[in-house]
């Protein structure tokens, strides 16, 4: 890897700076990103919500549970941003075959349940190790390291609940007087099918805005991490240095 071609200036920061760095970054390529994010995520939001006819909180279910999957798009968007290139959907169609399939087992099954994945993400998904060497990667990066990604998801957990709730409440503040909707329905599984089908399409938009800061501030971290873990910051300064 060319650590000379970032276009992120590499230096040692605190966690909390590199999520910084990373919300930076994906507001750097946002067209790039959303445009390329919102092509996958369009049709997993149409078949979840289709299946509100089998049980009404199942759209919900697999708009969260589908999030690794889609985090695969925005992350190699990302990753080729931090090199200063832009990626379209032809891109991405080009390299469905590593973004979209690639680790299908693992992205809907054990990456759904770690805390940290965003952070963890991008060595499974761009480094190219598998079995042992994988194992070992992945325990390295998180030796010492794992309290902020998990600080840093809670918050963006947080987030997206009240972001969903607040979008959920214009319903109650835009309906007729004596026709607000009880929304405590949602809190005991009591409310109607209407009510959570506006609960799904209310996170499907939270999704679409926040998730790709959310994998932004993980990737950043990422390279945070090796930046302490391979000294790239005094790698790339020398590259500079001696290529003038």
């Not at 909707?181 to 009510?195: A, K, M, Q, R």
Request: glycine letters at 4%; proline letters at 4%.
């Amino acid at each position: 890897m060319r650590v000379d071609a970032f276009v992120i200036r590499l230096r040692r920061r605190t966690n909390m700076e590199a999520a910084d760095l990373g919300v930076r970054l994906c507001q750097y390529s946002a067209r790039s990103v959303f445009s390329c994010y919102l092509i996958v995520l369009l049709p997993v939001t149409i078949f979840s919500l289709a299946l509100i006819e089998i049980v009404d909180w199942l759209p919900a279910l697999v708009l969260w549970w589908a999030k690794p999957w889609l985090d695969r798009t925005i992350l190699f968007v990302l990753s080729r941003a931090a090199f200063g290139q832009k990626t379209s959907i032809r891109d991405l169609w080009e390299a469905q075959r590593q973004v979209w399939w690639g680790q299908i087992i693992r992205t809907w099954t054990t990456r759904r349940l770690s805390p940290w994945r965003s952070y963890t993400q991008p060595a499974y998904q761009l480094e190219g190790q598998r079995g042992s060497k994988l194992r070992k990667r992945i325990a390295q990066l998180r030796r010492g390291h794992t309290s902020s990604p998990l600080l840093m998801t809670s918050a963006f957990s947080l987030a997206e609940l009240a972001l969903t709730f607040a979008l959920l409440s214009l319903i109650y503040w835009f309906a007729p007087q004596g026709y607000e909707p009880d929304l405590t329905g949602l809190l005991d599984g009591t409310g109607s099918t209407h009510l959570q089908f506006a609960y799904a399409l209310a996170y499907a938009f939270v999704i679409a805005f926040l998730e790709p800061f959310y994998v932004a501030s993980g990737f950043a971290m990422y390279l945070n991490r090796r930046v302490e873990l391979e000294a790239w910051d005094i790698e790339q300064e020398f590259r500079r240095a001696f290529a003038q």
